[in-house]
């Protein structure tokens, strides 16, 4: 929370700054124009030795150049503001909770960054005394440039200044492990997160991985090399298929995906059988069938919750962002403490992961579930919500969605469509540190070997991390064609591909941290430590650490495998590709799902955020469920009527349709409670949902 509250006091500043130089653009391409004028001018006046000065005349005019000067003068001034000025501006804000702050954590650092604690300190004393003049030998621990501007001409320091910059010095301390909290779980000190080397060894061993680096590099070198001379010569002959080397440079045909006319068809059949229902009514009948709702536990006593439409009810209103009060209003039979008191209670983190895993694994042992997958691959996707624009628990801001802030729920999916993690992250943070902590911690009994992500979630850290894991990380890579080739040899073996290779990996640098990589891998594998905390803080270090380079390099070998596979298997490409068309299905339910308070996400806590995206996951979960029963009692209802429903057609249907489900007015939870048995199939033919 630190981080986050010292960051984005920092970034928002920093976007106000990004803004206003923005709002010049109009202004900086007509002064652009009116320069580039003059030098064309300027340029001819000396091809042909005439006089300059009449040159400029007969163009924009020496008067016009004069008068935009202070123009230019503040222009140059907006783009040059340093970000420490900037930053300052959010000096008011900073101070709300950075005194208290610098005041309850207890700080630690090694050696090298003891005059960190000293600044901290010196901070602590000024927040005490009530001075508010800065010591002359006060630390400076920022970059010389900053160190101009926070003390001035007088030599006197300025206090907003040094302030602001000591917390954004602190922050970058935080997250590169230089700086530690005592009794943190998220800002230990960095060798306080592995487990030590007798508790290591075991699981390195079960993995199967070399005791020492030779091994690997010895295993990972006759491959690669082999690997490498291969595709050189299947590139030369043009065996490839959809790849190209034109040019020094690969070019990769788009994947085509073509659904069979016949396939179609027998969608809209299964469709059209599918019974109508209300949401309420689903929930019930899956709880029934999967027996999910035993997971939600009191926190005090261990049991289940007696009241199971309070319950749903409860979940419901994370799902669709209509909150405890408006459920309240629009259910029969339950009121807002009900729903307060129910939530309180059994929802937990815990307890909706719990559940989560219990529809996925019934989903998962659906005999109709194998016409879409085996359960051992799947992929992950963030998917952007806008947040409630409320200072720092608006979210954060990602060009790529607009000027709104808001967040992203990382949702792992398989390739039996069950969503079987979901997490809410930053939506301006990199997506590659959360792919693991879904494929490790997900709880259910999926057995992923292999998974998908589109680049954001593709970096060779996660490649290493994968390896050694035992997953086999695909990635759908944008920027694919510009991504070098890494050998173990020297590049100079390779001659006929050199234009697509890089640098050799540094085999010293994996050979002398190897032990310490060993540790990571196995400290992630035991659930010591989830993937994203290790994966952050090693990004953080302002100085590269070298387990860091070691397991980057690790990577690097791991994706060039990896890209040769993708250049030489269009099968791969091709599962890739629905891999990831699973996952943005799955999108398409939640924006249908998640529809009260116009889609935002305006709770202020990560708890309560985490909730909503928990209990989106778990009813989308349910639907899918839901849908499988009854798309394989539609099959066996056509096959029984003699019509063809092969199981290869079958695999080009998917159970994320939601036409057929009402997802608002009145929640009647009675009712849908005092439901037994299966609906029947729609035989009338209508798709309306009820």
Known sequence: MADKLIGNALN?????????????????????????????????????????IEAIEETGGWANLIKVRPEVVVLAETADVDPLMVAVDRYATLRKFAPALIEALDFKAGRGSARTIAGIHLL???????????????????????????????????????????????????????????????YRRFDNYLLPEPAAAPIVAELGLPTAAEGWLQQRGRELDWRLKKFAQRL?????????????????????????????????????????????????EVARETGFMAAFTNLRTGERCPNESALLAAILADATNLGLSRMAAASQGLTRDQLIWTQDAYVREDTYRAALATIINAQHRLPIARSWGDGTTSSSDGQFFRGGKRGAAGGDINARYGVDPGFSFYTHVSDQHGPYHVKVISAATHEAPYVLDGLLHHGSNLSIVEHYTDTGGATDHVFALCAMLGFRFCPRLRDFPDRRLIPIDHPASYPTIAPLLGKRIRADVIGEHWDDVMRLVASLKAGHVAPSVMLRKLAAYERQNQVDIALQEIGKVERTLFMLDWLENPALRRRCHAGLNKGEQRHALAQAIYTFRQGRVIDRSHEAQQYRASGLNLVIAAIVYWNSIYMADAVAHLRAQGEIAPDDLLTHTSPVGWEHIAFSGDFLWDRAASATGRKPLNLTGKQRAA
Do not use: C
């Open 12 to 52: 928002r500043a920093q976007n106000k700054q990004s803004r206003r130089y923005a709002a010049t653009a109009k202004d900086v391409g007509r002064l652009m124009r009116l320069f580039h004028g003059t030098i064309d001018a300027l340029s001819t006046a000396l091809n042909k030795d005439s006089d300059p």
């Open 124 to 186: 602590r004393d000024l927040n005490r005394s009530g001075k508010r003049d800065v010591p002359p030998d006060a630390p400076m621990l920022f970059k010389k440039e900053w160190r101009k501007l926070v003390i001035g001409p007088d030599g006197r320091v300025n206090r907003r200044l040094y302030e602001t910059a000591m917390l954004a010095h602190l922050r970058n301390k935080l997250r590169s492990g230089d700086v530690w909290v005592e009794r943190s779980s998220a």
């Open 236 to 284: 030369k002959r043009e065996q490839l298929e959809g790849v190209r080397f034109v040019e020094d440079r690969l070019q990769i045909s788009p994947v085509k995906t073509a659904v069979p006319s016949e396939a179609e068809a027998l969608a809209d059949r299964l469709d059209a059988l599918m019974p109508r229902i209300r949401i309420t009514e689903l929930l019930h």
